[in-house]
Every structure is written in C-alpha cells, then in structure tokens.
C-alpha cells in the first residue's frame, strides 16, 4: 500500500485530523486535512472535534494546539523538530521591565515556548501582531522573542515605545538583502514578497510584507506575474498549486526543523500513537489566557 493511503487508514482509525504548516514537505502538505499559518492553524487546533490532533509543524505549534484543546491527545510526527527562536527571551529581563517600567505589555510571538507565553500579556501571530499591538492601552512594549516581527511593529505602531529581547528566527534572519537585490535585478518586474521575521534590509527591498497566509493571499490578487519570495520556500507548494501560470523564485534557505516532519514520521506517530505533546496543567493553564486574549483581539 502507498504511504498516503496509508495514512489516510491510520488517520480514520485514530479518529485524526491533519494539521500542517506551509513550511513543512510539500507531500505532507498534501496529506494534511488543513495547511495553513500559525495564526489559522491555532484556531484549527481549537475548533478541532476529532479525538487526536497531528500537527506537522514545530514544537510550539504542538504545545499551542494542546493548550488550547486540553481534552485532545496532540501528537507531532517529530518531537524533537523545534523553533530555535522559541527560546531566545530571557525570565530575568521580562521580570526586570516589568518591576521598572509603568504602563507596559509584554506582548509574545506565538513562536515561543510555554514558558515565555506564562510570562505575557498577550500572543501575537505574524498576520495580527499589528492590529493587536495597536490595540493595547499599554504605552510600553516588550516584544518577545523576535526583533525582526518587533522592529516591523514597531515601524507601524510609532506611537508606542518598544524594548525588544534580541530573539531571531535563523532561517529569515540569514536571507541577505544582497541576494534579494541580485534577484530583483535578475527579474525585472517581479514582486517582492517578504515575511516580517526578515531583517530591517531585506524589508526595505519588499513590495509587500505579511505571513505566510497573507504572501499566498496577495499573489492573487496582485497583477504581477514573477515573484521573489523572500521566505521559508516551503511557502512555494501552495503558490505553484494555487497560481500555476505564475512565476516564484524562492531566496531563502529551508528550515530544517520543519523538514523533520516527513511522510514516515507521520505515519509512525499516527500507527504507534509516537510523538504525544504532554504538558502540565498548571503550565498549560499558565499560558493559555495570553494565547486566548490573542484569539480575541484579533477577531
Ligand atoms: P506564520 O505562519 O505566521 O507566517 O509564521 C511563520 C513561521 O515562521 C512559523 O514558524
Ligand atoms: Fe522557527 Fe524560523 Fe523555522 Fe519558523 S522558519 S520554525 S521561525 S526557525
């Protein structure tokens, strides 16, 4: 039997549901009942009403969709496939602001252990960190981990005062504004797509900065016919299937974490019930408010 009818018993059997990000292969992708990005894929993990949630993605994206969905057994296809930013903010600093400073926020991209988001005020996702942070009544922000999201943020919400951690995403932060400028003199007429957790240099080069979700979104609706896509290049499965008739010239390298998630493992995890995500309750009570008030606020 094929392995993705394979699945696809095992996955009845286990009364499953899929969950895939667009960073992960293309065919699992393909097996998944909903691909998406972090912020969609956070409220799929909520509304999931199958016994077992698979999340083919990162481990904070396991840790989310069990906060969030505390009765579901989540399994993730690999453990051990983890955002390294995830960790990149440290308990002292937040502590430290919080008793120096009046009227602040601690406001926490969703790549972030459970740990870091007990520590928040509020979660963001790269398509609603904006709306949310504007939002805030909080003069002050701390933005935790990723400078990148935060100095994008920061760029758009100039009427708050913002303090970063110095957290990054390795994959986006090694995408050089010199090779986004060869590229671009490479293929003249071609639209710059760019996630925000690129640096300062590579964004100042874009036509249009958003998540993953939102880059897939404005490749439609825009006019252009080639694009540079300045992201994870996993990002290209949906952009080929969607738009075959466009053009997509990916600059950045993949994210190997990501790439854990093969087809095997994901049948593994799913016949040998492998890979559970198992968190305490006071942990996982510890962070989920931030993680709701995100669902609230971005409505
Ligand atoms: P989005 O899914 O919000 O676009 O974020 C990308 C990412 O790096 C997830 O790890
Ligand atoms: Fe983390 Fe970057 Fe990989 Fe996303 S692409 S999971 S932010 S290392």
């Known amino acids: 039997m094929q392995i993705q009818a394979a699945i696809a018993e095992m996955k009845k059997r ?15 992708q393909a ?14 993990a909520m509304a999931a009403e199958a016994e077992t949630i698979v999340f083919c993605g990162v481990h904070f994206m396991g840790e989310s969709a069990k ?6 057994r989540v399994l993730m296809p690999e453990l051990s496939a983890d955002c390294p930013m995830a960790h990149m903010a440290d308990r ?19 790549n972030s252990t459970a740990e870091l988001k007990a520590l928040s005020d509020v979660t963001v996702t790269s398509s609603n960190a904006v709306k949310i942070v504007r939002s805030l009544k909080e003069k002050n922000i701390l933005f935790i981990p990723d400078a990148n999201l935060g100095s994008f943020v920061a760029e758009k919400v100039p009427e708050k005062n913002f303090y970063f951690s110095g957290g990054y995403c390795p994959v986006h932060a090694s995408l050089l504004a010199a090779d986004v400028a060869a590229e671009k003199a490479a293929h003249p007429g071609a ?16 036509d249009f900065i958003g998540s993953t979700a939102d880059i897939i979104r404005r490749a439609g609706e825009s006019g252009a ?8 290049p996993g ?65």
């Open 31 to 44: 097996a998944a009942d909903y691909v998406g990005d972090s912020y969609y894929l956070a409220k799929a």
């Open 67 to 72: 906060i969030l969905n505390p009765s579901k």
């Open 191 to 206: 639209e710059v797509l760019t996630h925000p957790e690129c640096t300062e240099g590579v964004r100042a080069l874009s």
């Open 225 to 232: 016919e080639s694009f540079i896509v300045c992201t994870e």
């Open 92 to 110: 002292r600093q937040i502590e430290k602001l919080r008793a120096e400073t009046d009227s602040l926020a601690v406001v926490c991209y969703i």
């Open 14 to 28: 286990e009364n499953a549901v899929i969950l895939a990000h667009y960073y992960v292969p293309d065919e699992v």
């Open 235 to 299: 990002v290209l499965y949906e952009l080929r299937t969607r738009y075959p008739s466009k053009r997509f010239i990916p600059v950045s390298m993949a994210c190997a974490d990501m790439k854990k998630n093969t087809l095997e493992a994901l049948y593994a995890c799913l016949a040998e019930g492998k890979g559970e995500v198992r968190m305490g309750e006071e942990e996982m009570n510890a962070a989920r408010r931030p993680l709701e008030r995100m669902l609230e606020l971005a409505k």
